[in-house]
């Protein structure tokens, strides 16, 4: 091991991050809820999501933009849509309210949509999207962010990095997941580029003209540009539409408007598909879904990876061996509460 | 005008299309259903679903891949799924037959699906989408094709060119729509650089071998790639599954299967999903619906395009002036017939 890591085991990371999310001054259930997710980004591979995020979180927390003590409210509004208020809370009691909601309707009428309303989105959509395909369901996530990336063609931050996710159930122990940015790159990645000096590659970003740069900097001051040119672009704008004003939620730009220079985690909406196969198929259903995994046998079988490969193989050395956590990191986290977590 | 194009209005080329297809063989409703799909092709500038697409149903049709005679048959599994058995026949009479009844479940039920089963697809999802948008309802289509098109880290074709389609309802005369292949070009357009004897650009398609190849030949003989890498790769097995073993039906693999090397239009299924914003909203709605324009304004202010910018100027144009067809094409047509059709 490195001198400068720390290996823990992942009990011991949500530990870790349900003792400062408390100390932070969250309350129950957001403790136990956002400790998941960071257990489960840390656990997976995506530092990203991992421990690394408290230090987001206490920034956002004590910029006085979440509400510590949310309660999630629940709406159902038609047969197939179950609607989930937070507060101000973070998303994850959205989701750990909604999910036997949505599984439910999805069973009773073949699909049915879970919009999280009114939360702080740190936009980890793939533990979500697992969670439904673990119940049997094929499920769709989407949330916006803060406006930072410019439409094809444009020059200026509109949209957010605005994520989409699926997943697929499957017979083995891991079901078919992605969860990719419709942004080119993650934003913390281009922030990576900036402080080690390096540049960035073409189709990254636009400086504050509006012209392609090479320069970090120069494209966090301007705009962050989508993936895969208009075809990005138009999947990026629909999902402003549906986890925006389709659920009666913030866009992008209304999100870093309500932000207010503080620099906090995005503030608004997620948007929940998922369907029962039964619903379409009945019976007859497993019977399909064990073709589908003739497609994956397809994938791997030329030697290429499925889209969640390196994130199982991620947790299955983690739960064996535990993580490794920079030590710098933690004397991070440690200074948060100046001196008092080992206190 | 140029000597090589003739003047068309679009209700000529509809009666063109109408007039070809029941020569063809099909009985009604396909005849008015693909014939409708083919004007609109032709008003909206995409060609490729204009009279070209004469060409390829008589090819399909002559190898006997379509039922002239089909009635799409309703199954009724759950409260917010229908699903239509097209027996063989064109798309289009599914969607014409499920449109009143995905609009009626989206309604009841807030979000609806629609799978039309069985059905020989030429892949225009935007007339769909556009559809349902104009009926007020956000709309999402899918379907595969035939397997031409590489995963992404992989050598060999295993997905269709996969489009996804998108509509959101406006207060103007013109939804949001976009809809496009995840290949990342059209595979007519590697077939136009292999007539013309051009190179594609490395990223369109690898060789029999899976090395990357400009050789426009090599690619039509080896893999497409998709668009926008690994993500735009997990979207077109997202399509495969849920447009495929998600409704009882073929994937791109199977689909090439069973044509069996006729060259004919793929053979498969289709998901549409709709959501009614009142099922989220109820009366407030239309509220939030009107919010949504400052993202459109967001785009077009700062120069960009909607996606569905360049049809909805072509519509315009062709309704008000008429199509240029190209006389070769019309030869072509005709030639199909042995002269009859001027007879």
Redesign the interface.
């Given at each position: 091991m490195d001198d400068d890591k720390v290996r823990m085991t992942v009990g011991e990371v949500r530990e870790l991050a349900e003792t400062v999310l408390g100390r932070l001054g969250l309350a129950e259930p957001q403790v136990n809820a956002v400790a998941a997710t960071i257990a489960a980004g840390e656990r997976d591979g995506c530092t990203a999501h991992g421990l690394y995020r408290l230090l987001v979180c206490a920034h956002t927390i004590r910029a006085g933009k979440v509400n510590p003590d949310a309660e999630p409210r629940i709406h159902d509004?038609?047969?197939?849509?179950v609607?989930i208020d937070c507060q101000g809370g973070y998303a994850q009691i959205g989701f750990d309210a909604g999910r036997p909601l949505i599984n439910d309707k999805a069973r009773?009428?073949?699909?049915?949509?879970l919009?999280i309303n009114n939360c702080i989105h740190f936009a980890a959509l793939w533990p979500e999207v697992e969670a439904l395909a673990r119940d049997g369901l094929?499920a769709f996530a989407f949330t916006p962010s803060h406006a930072w990336v410019?439409?094809?063609?444009?020059?200026?931050p509109?949209f957010g990095t605005n994520p989409?996710a699926?997943g697929?159930p499957r017979p083995g122990p891991h079901p078919?997941v992605?969860d990719?940015a419709?942004s080119a790159t993650a934003r913390g990645e281009i922030e990576l580029h900036r402080r080690e000096g390096r540049r960035i590659p073409l189709g990254w970003g636009l400086d504050p003209d509006?012209d392609p740069t090479t320069d970090a900097a120069e494209a966090l001051a301007g705009s962050m540009l989508t993936?895969?040119?208009?075809?990005?672009?138009?999947?990026a704008?629909?999902v402003?539409?549906?986890a925006?004003?389709?659920?009666?939620d913030m866009?992008s730009?209304e999100s870093l408007a309500a932000d207010g220079g503080a620099g906090a985690s995005p503030l608004g909406g997620e948007l929940i598909?998922a369907?029962?196969?039964e619903?379409?198929?009945?019976g007859?259903a497993a019977g399909?879904?064990t073709?589908?995994e003739?497609?994956f046998d397809?994938?791997t079988g030329?030697?290429?990876?499925l889209?969640s490969e390196r994130r199982y193989q991620a947790r299955e050395r983690s739960l064996a061996e535990g993580v490794e956590v920079h030590a710098g990191l933690l004397k991070e986290i440690e200074a948060l509460l100046d001196g008092t977590l080992t206190a």
């Open positions: 509004p038609a047969p197939g849509v609607r009773r009428c073949g699909i049915a949509a919009a094929v410019a439409p094809a063609g444009g020059t200026a509109l989409i699926f697929w078919f992605f990719f419709t509006g993936f895969g040119g208009h075809k990005g672009s138009a999947l704008a629909m402003e539409l549906i925006g004003p389709l659920i009666g866009t730009a598909i369907i029962d196969p619903g379409f198929l009945g007859a399909h879904l073709r589908a003739q497609l397809g994938i030329q030697g290429a990876r889209p």
